[in-house]
């Protein structure tokens, strides 16, 4: 079964820094990747995703992620973060040809104007 | 187009009482996910449904759980009799599986509190 590791639990930034929020995970065969934005008290929303083709992948509200096979790694980036950006991130991941989806624990972020 | 519809947005009860959450993914979809969200635990899949069908309810917690989609617009899951450990967001998301790409779209989420 896969897991995923997101190693910071809570981030704290000024705005315009640049982010970077960590997400690694186990698993040996291919795996479709994703990080989904939990804004306070609301649900769930795709950020972006990775299928397959080019490992950067960019997503709305100016984020990316770079997908490197040789380290299990999906690391969030965004160039200058907003005080709007203040939620919690998840990384999923789940095995090609398999439905099941696992969350990583989430990783607050909080951008402080 | 609608997203995946979430009732009722809150819900408090008593112990011992029957909660029942219900769920309408999006049009088209043919694969629902029930989750349950709490502090402790982060985000935990409890079934799963394919055409209608449960395929893996693993992470049910116990017989108290149950769910079911009785057509491809509606699914309900209930709890009965609800416990103050079974507080929690209950999400449920929606996908329309057609290969191994596939992308799940989450609901507002039911917030239950049992006291």
């Known amino acids: 079964a896969q897991s995923v590791s997101q190693h910071n639990h809570h981030v704290i930034l000024s705005e315009a820094a640049s982010l970077e929020l960590g997400c690694n995970y186990s698993?040996?065969?291919?795996?479709?990747l994703f990080w989904y934005v939990q804004y306070p008290g609301q649900h769930l929303q795709l950020l972006l995703k990775y299928f397959s083709g080019d490992p950067l992948v960019k997503g709305i509200k100016g984020f990316e992620a770079e997908f490197i096979k040789s380290k299990f790694s999906f690391n969030l980036r965004k160039p200058s973060v907003q005080w709007s950006d203040t939620a919690e991130y998840f990384c999923?991941?789940?095995?090609?040809?398999?439905?099941?989806?696992?969350f990583g624990t989430g990783t607050k972020l909080q951008v402080i104007p | 187009d609608a997203g995946v519809i979430q009732s009722p947005r809150h819900e408090v009860t008593e112990m011992g009482q029957e909660v029942t959450l219900r769920c309408k993914p999006i049009s088209g979809h043919n694969s629902l996910f029930w989750y349950r969200q709490t502090m402790m635990r982060g985000l935990e899949l409890l079934i799963y449904f394919n055409n209608n069908v449960p395929i893996d309810d693993s992470g049910m917690p116990e017989d108290r759980f149950s769910a079911k989609m009785p057509n491809a617009s509606f699914s309900t899951l209930k709890i009965q009799p609800s416990e103050p450990r079974d507080s929690a967001v209950y999400f449920c998301?929606?996908?329309?599986?057609?290969?191994?790409?596939?992308?799940?779209?989450f609901g507002p989420g039911t917030r239950l509190l049992v006291l």
């Open positions: 998301a929606s996908s329309f599986a057609r290969g191994p790409e596939e992308t799940q779209y």
């Open positions: 999923a991941v789940n095995a090609r040809g398999y439905q099941k989806v696992t």
């Open positions: 698993y040996g065969g291919t795996v479709n």
